[in-house]
Each structure stands twice: as C-alpha cells, then as structure tokens.
C-alpha cells in the first residue's frame, strides 16, 4: 500500500511578504538572518554573531524570487549612478544627488538606444516601466548590460549565470553554485564595496 504525504509550502512570495511571515523587524533588513543594512556587505563577518545567524525555519517558506531579477537589476543601474560621486558617501545628497539623476538619464538613454528598452521610468496607466520582461532581456546580453551601466564585466556575467540558474527548470550543483557565489562577492566587495548592496543581492550571494 502506498502512502502519500503533501505538505505545502508558501514560497510564491515577494521580499515584503516574506520579511511580514518570518517577523523581520524591518523592510530593509535580510528577512532569512535579520541583517541590517550598514552589514549586509561585511556578512561573512557576523555570520558567526547569533543574532545574525541564518533562521532555518525561514528557508522552508522560500527563498522570493518572484522579483528577485528585478530587485538587483535595479540595485545595478543605482550603483551605476553612484559611480561618479564622492566614494566616502553611499547616499547621494545634495550636489552628489544632482550628479545621480543626471547619470541616471544617461543609462536611460543608453537603455533606448542599445536595448530598445524603457527602464525606471513612469507609466501612464501608473507603476514603473522596470518589468521582470525588461530585466530579463537585459540580463540575456550581460556584456551589452555592463557596457550601459559601466560596471565590472565578470560581476554583470556572474550574476546572469546566477538568475539564469535559479529560475531554470534544471537540477543545480550546490557547491559550484556557492564558489560562484563567493566568487560574485569577492568581485563586489573589490570594486564597490563603498556602496551597500541590497537585501535581495544579499540573500543571492550570501545564502
């Protein structure tokens, strides 16, 4: 006689309804080990510090990858803008903010021109013109999405590989996904680590 057990799990979810189910005490923090902003770069760090230790039971509702493309597809064209304003600062004020948003035009532009592609800009029916179809045809030329942004070649590529393996249909290889991870990491942190990535770039290299 056979028996069969389903158990289901939760784990369609966007980053706000995962840090509301696990209780993160804030939006901006890491909803999987409660990690704060100003950390979220140095985590290998305070891995080890209790407080931020990964909760397992988090995992079981999902890792919210339903815009999890999106999220760091943003966190890149910011990071973009921040390129040319003072490296001690990871907020843009003041004059460094005039700096920003005129970049951002730029890598607007860019995106029209090379892309055919409309990116962080208004709606007319409301909402953004950022789509997941958008960050996905972004991401399928990741040499072309580097060059626009003016970031590192093997960050931009890494990443690709990444998304592309999360959101395929296919088995994937735990420790070769983890070296690239850390590989990623490395990258980042050797070239931008001024700037704090987000939660969403966080729990893709970090857990």
């Given at each position: ?93 003041g ?43 972004a ?54 680590d ?10 893709l290299?970090?857990?």
């Amino acid at each position: 006689m056979l028996f069969i057990k389903v158990v289901h799990r939760f784990t369609l979810c966007d980053g706000k309804i995962l840090s509301f189910i696990t209780k993160t005490p804030s939006f901006s923090r890491c909803p999987l080990c409660f990690c704060p902003p100003s950390m979220l770069n140095k985590y290998d760090e305070w891995q080890t510090d209790e407080e931020f230790n990964l909760k397992e039971d988090a995992l079981l509702v999902g890792f919210s990858l339903l815009h999890l493309r999106m999220r760091i597809f943003s966190h890149l064209v910011n990071l973009s803008c921040k390129l040319h304003i003072d490296k001690s600062k990871h907020q843009a004020r003041g004059g460094d903010a005039a700096i920003a948003k005129d970049r951002k035009k730029i890598l607007q532009r860019r995106f029209r021109d090379k892309f055919n592609l409309r990116v962080d800009e208004p709606c007319s029916n409301g909402g953004n013109s950022t789509t997941g179809n958008v960050t996905r045809i972004a991401f399928q030329n990741p040499s072309l999405l580097a060059e626009i942004l003016e970031l590192d070649p093997p960050l931009v590529n890494n990443l690709s590989l990444l998304l592309s393996a999360l959101s395929s249909k296919f088995s994937i290889n735990h420790e070769e996904f983890g070296k690239l991870c850390q590989e990623t990491k490395s990258i980042y942190k050797e070239h931008y680590d001024n700037i704090p990535m987000n939660v969403s770039l966080h729990k893709l290299l970090d857990h």
